[in-house]
């Protein structure tokens, strides 16, 4: 079966391959793989006919060949309703391909911001020992040029994760390169900390900057834990029986070096962490963390940072944080936009229930085992699980994923990448679409988003400027032969609701001004609501830009933007009716915001849409 996908998916690629339900285009024209693969599962489940993964592979083939549903035995059939969807949400196509960012590789990271001042540019990974990290810049008129060679970058190679901040207060993106997940005894590889100089130059500056170290990791954050205006590091590692590897907290002396404090902070854990999430779950400005524990219960840090001593705990912890066990990639986000952050953390897979018995469990009985959790903030340091009662009911065995707003109504939008290493575990990317706080939509199938592949880090980011955000997500598996091209999904929807994008300068704050809350206040069809933000604070395996591309549904001004920047002395900034779909700075401390001279573009799809 990889041996059809990869004559037909990658050898015969073209927009619509491997997105499921299959249309006739991405049917396979070179069928022997998947003719000879359906009388192989076919044998095997008269063997063993209660084995969900080979039911699962058995629809798949047989969408390759367009013979689902109908040659597929009903009792092992994924019934055809399950894909359909009453929602009229636009179609999103693939344009990554056509714009040369889509690559090929195995799984990896991604930073979606703007490394040289002007457009948002892709910066990628791949996890191969010898693959190199590739740094797409964005032309200014729609196009991506491949920048690695001469940036100093050629020779950095491997990564699961990248994450990226202004470390140094110079104005220019940073990030990391985290490296040795899930290798436990094996992973003793050391991060990289890579240095924008600027001039379109990057430099390895890890030892130099004391955050030379070798644990496993796949997930850090950047946040300004104690406020005094330069942006700290933390970084979970994952530890087991064999491999004792505690967290690290690199906080920043302000010279371009970090100092580990993990000792005195209170996170001095040790667990299997597969995701770090940070937010404001108290509104007291200072950065919490919720740690996604893969083996055990799940921890909630609440900063307690007081004199500059930056101290977390976890005293009094709600218990229902604690699950679900094999839990994955977390975020925090104002889903209902309340004023106060909310937590998502996925599940995953385990030994015995992979991707595929996972789905198939959910599409035959709605056996929603390791389900995703989406536990609602209620003050006080209280939380419900609200997860079911929105409708997030289906288990997503969830690598990466991200959060953004796709139809500019103010609401929180969810994307999750899927999969697990083994081959067999081709199951749907997934989208959700946020109705108004109220509910999730599942509009994966319906909208494009149902790719099999492996899906990993995702960065939502408006690359043409045009007021809505489109979404690259790194895709491949962790095995050798299992690739797949990276995407740029373009955002079809254009300005059927207005939007606002508002790039941050901070001046007592850092200065990507990571940690900053934005508050919109708006009138829409005569009621008055409040839209909220959190700058810098995406998924635990995603790269989202850190400008602040804000959607505000029908509102035709905004009736005040409050910016409460992340500083010790709580400074803000207030502005009244600003003037909708447009592009400003605001500085810190300014009495006034400035237009940004960021032109809209086209997608230029210069490039073969085939391999």
Request: with cysteine; charged share 20%; hydrophobic share 30%.
């Amino acid at each position: 079966m990889r041996k059809a996908e990869q004559e037909n998916c990658l050898q015969n690629h073209n927009l619509e391959s491997c997105i499921i339900p299959m249309s006739k285009k991405a049917q396979h024209q070179l069928r022997d793989g998947s003719e000879k693969t359906i009388k192989i599962l076919t044998s095997l489940l008269k063997e063993n006919s209660t084995d969900k993964e080979i039911q699962y592979l058995l629809n798949i083939a047989h969408m390759t060949l367009g013979s689902y549903p109908s040659k597929v035995a009903k009792e092992y059939r994924i019934l055809s309703s399950y894909f359909d969807n009453g929602s009229k949400f636009p179609k999103f196509k693939d344009v990554g391909t056509g714009l040369g960012v889509g690559g090929g590789q195995l799984s990896g990271g991604t930073c979606v911001d703007d490394f040289n001042n002007g457009y948002l540019d892709i910066m990628v990974s791949s996890c191969g020992f010898d693959h190199q990290i590739k740094y797409f810049e964005s032309d200014g008129n729609g196009g991506f040029v491949d920048k690695t060679n001469g940036t100093g970058l050629i020779g950095v190679f491997g990564g699961l994760n990248l994450r990226h901040a202004d470390f140094n207060n110079d104005g220019n993106l940073d990030f990391i390169i985290l490296r040795g997940a899930w290798f436990d005894t094996e992973g003793e590889f050391p991060n990289s900390l890579i240095q924008n100089n600027g001039d379109g130059t990057f430099t390895d500056v890890t030892v130099e900057a004391g955050l030379y170290s070798l644990h496993p990791t796949q997930t850090d954050v950047w946040a300004d834990f104690n406020l005094d205006g330069w942006i700290d590091l933390f970084i979970a590692n994952e530890s087991t029986p064999n491999s004792i590897n505690n967290c690290e907290l690199f906080i920043n002396n302000q010279d371009g070096t970090f100092a580990n404090e993990i000792e005195k902070s209170g996170l001095n854990v040790a667990a299997y962490f597969k995701g770090v999430a940070v937010g404001d779950i108290n509104n007291d400005r200072y950065p919490d963390l919720y740690l996604s524990n893969f083996f055990g219960k799940n921890i909630l840090m609440i900063n307690e940072t007081k004199d500059g001593e930056t101290r977390f705990s976890y005293e009094g912890n709600d218990p229902s944080l604690e699950s679900p066990k094999f839990s994955f990639s977390t975020w925090m986000f104002d889903y209902n936009n309340d004023g106060l952050d909310d937590i998502f953390v996925s599940g995953y897979s385990n030994s015995e229930a992979s991707p595929a018995t996972l789905m198939m469990d959910y599409t035959q009985e709605k056996i929603n085992k390791n389900r995703p959790r989406l536990f609602k903030n209620q003050g006080g340091g209280r939380f419900v699980d609200v997860s079911r009662s929105l409708e997030l009911d289906e288990p997503a065995t969830t690598m990466g994923c991200n959060i953004g707003d796709l139809d500019n109504d103010g609401f929180l939008e969810f994307y999750l990448s899927t999969g697990n290493p083994n081959y067999y575990s081709i199951v749907p990317n997934k989208m959700y679409l946020n109705k108004r706080g109220k509910s999730f939509e599942d509009i994966t199938y319906s909208s494009g988003f149902g790719h099999i592949q492996k899906g990993h880090a995702v960065g939502f980011g408006d690359f043409d400027m045009d007021g809505d955000q489109d979404i690259y997500t790194v895709m491949g598996g962790a095995y050798e032969g299992d690739v797949y091209a990276n995407l740029l999904f373009e955002n079809p929807i254009g300005n059927e609701n207005n939007w606002i994008n508002i790039k941050l300068l901070g001046n007592k704050s850092n200065t990507s001004a990571i940690g900053a809350k934005i508050i919109l206040s708006i009138t829409e069809n005569g009621e008055q609501r409040k839209i909220y933000h959190n700058v810098g604070y995406d998924s635990s395996f995603g790269g989202n830009s850190l400008l602040a591309e804000l959607g505000v549904g029908k509102a035709e001004k905004i009736d005040n933007i409050e910016i409460l920047w992340p500083t010790h002395n709580l400074t803000t900034s207030s502005f009244d009716d600003v003037s909708i779909n447009q592009n400003i700075v605001i500085r810190e401390g300014d009495i006034e915001f400035t237009k940004s001279d960021v032109k809209k573009s086209t997608f230029a799809l210069t490039h073969s849409h085939q391999h």
